[in-house]
């Protein structure tokens, strides 16, 4: 299996911390902005820290947009999106004005205060145990419950419940990771999550 991955740098991101844990599993990566060089890549991440309006923003910026969508859309290249990196595959976010990617039947939705305690803040910042919802090569599916760290303000909303990999619970459960194909996306941050964060890597790098 080709393993030439790339990590889309977009100026929104945690690049140089998702290429060390893939080093550390023995996964090289590069980090580029070049389309040229995403175009001829295996497999793609997209990271993700800040705004939606400010990501697309910069996506347009970068001129990654087009090639973003050749290789996801008509060539199924393996494609992870990390937190922002995964709002940006939908259609709109409560965030902002402009458009998504619009890959995925989902929108992104501010959390509901309302269905908050008083103890339970936005962003929702921390650990949180994660539930498999269906069998998946992403998130290994054993007796041991993953745990991954989290740090955001908005998730997803999924028109189509069979996108849904995983769930998380601040306040209410919310959708943590997603998959329609060759597009996988997490609400949380594997490289901020130690060995859980490894093995969905590893898993990504070497089962897509």
Not at 16 to 33: D, E, F, Q, T, Y
Not at 133 to 142: D, E, F, G, P
């Amino acid at each position: 299996m080709n393993n030439n991955i790339t990590i889309v740098d977009y100026g929104c991101g945690n690049s140089a911390s998702i290429r060390n844990m893939l080093k550390k599993i023995g996964h090289p990566s590069i980090i580029s902005s070049d389309p040229v060089i995403i175009a001829e890549s295996d497999k793609l991440i997209l990271p993700g820290v800040g705004s939606f309006d400010h990501g697309m923003k910069k996506l347009e910026e970068f001129d990654l947009i087009s090639v973003l969508n050749e290789r996801a859309l008509t060539h199924k290249t393996p494609i992870l999106g990390i937190c922002l990196g995964v709002q940006l595959f939908c259609k709109k976010s409560d965030e902002g004005m402009r458009e998504g990617l619009g890959w995925i039947d989902a929108e992104v939705v501010k959390f509901d205060r309302e269905r908050l305690s008083d103890s339970q803040k936005v962003p929702h910042m921390g650990w949180g145990d994660t539930r498999v919802t269906r069998v998946n090569k992403l998130i290994a599916s054993n007796d041991e419950i993953p745990r991954y760290y989290y740090v955001h303000s908005y998730h997803l909303d999924c028109r189509d419940q069979d996108l849904i990999l995983s769930t998380a619970t601040h306040g209410y459960k919310f959708v943590s990771s997603i998959e329609q194909g060759n597009i996988l996306g997490v609400q949380f941050h594997p490289e901020k999550s130690h060995r859980f964060g490894m093995a969905l890597l590893k898993n990504f790098a070497e089962k897509y």
